[in-house]
């Protein structure tokens, strides 16, 4: 048995995310669209920044990129970031050991 760094939340299994697909998960608050693509699993902010949707786990994947259904918004599965390199979305480190996936989430902490 693995000792999982501080901070990382068991998600879900590997299997249930079938490849080239997304899936919402919430984890500890934060709403989480994760990807599977070619075995290789991302994290990202499910809500997206432009009609703040919670829809990006349903989005049309390619070239690392997944592109929001309601409006077309590219986000970097990576980094999150939009195509020109603006801001985007966060993303979030994941780690998959024994076939569970964990992913280390922060909250947006909102400055007024």
Same mark, same amino acid.
Request: charged residues 25%.
């Given at each position: 048995?693995?000792?999982?760094? @501080?901070?990382?939340? %068991?998600?879900?299994?590997?299997? +249930?995310?079938?490849?080239?697909?997304? %899936?919402?998960?919430?984890?500890?608050?934060?709403?989480?669209?994760?990807?599977?693509?070619?075995? @290789?699993?991302?994290?990202?902010?499910?809500?997206?920044?432009?009609?703040?949707?919670?829809?990006?786990?349903?989005?049309?994947? =390619? +070239?690392?990129?997944?592109?929001?259904?309601?409006?077309?918004?590219?986000?970097?599965?990576?980094?999150?970031?939009?195509? =020109?390199?603006?801001?985007?979305?966060?993303?979030? @480190?994941?780690?998959?050991?024994?076939?569970?996936?964990?992913?280390?989430?922060? %909250?947006? @902490?909102?400055?007024?």
């Amino acid at each position: 048995m693995s000792i999982i760094p @501080e901070g990382f939340i %068991k998600t879900c299994r590997i299997d +249930d995310l079938a490849d080239g697909n997304g %899936k919402r998960f919430i984890v500890n608050d934060v709403d989480v669209a994760l990807f599977n693509v070619n075995g @290789e699993i991302y994290a990202i902010n499910n809500l997206c920044c432009h009609q703040h949707a919670a829809i990006l786990h349903d989005g049309f994947i =390619e +070239d690392g990129f997944v592109t929001c259904p309601a409006h077309g918004w590219q986000f970097s599965l990576a980094t999150g970031r939009m195509p =020109e390199g603006r801001k985007g979305v966060d993303s979030y @480190e994941v780690l998959v050991d024994s076939g569970d996936v964990y992913v280390k989430v922060f %909250k947006k @902490e909102l400055n007024w």
